[in-house]
């Protein structure tokens, strides 16, 4: 009886673990709208953090040849 319990609760963990939604696209989404309040209407903005800008795009760039920046994208 008490083997048949916990096979049934770990069936029921992985049930619910794979049932669970994927919270990326809201992090993503969230994350996106953040940086969209902070920039506003402007294109590039320089931040207090050394070495961090925000850039907002529209449409695609053309690649840089002679100089490449860290950065980080997020599409929404």
Do not use: D, F, W
């Not at 009886?1 to 916990?6: I, K, L």
């Not at 902070?38 to 053309?62: D, M, Q």
């Amino acid at each position: 009886m008490a083997g048949e319990a916990s096979v049934t609760n770990m069936r029921n963990s992985k049930e619910n673990a794979v049932l669970q939604s994927n919270p990326v696209p809201e992090l993503r989404a969230e994350l996106a709208r953040k940086i969209a309040s902070i920039i506003g209407k402007e294109e590039n903005r320089i931040t207090e953090i050394p070495a961090v800008s925000l850039h907002r795009r529209t449409s695609p760039t053309p690649p840089c040849r002679t100089t490449y920046h860290p950065g980080v994208i997020v599409v929404a």
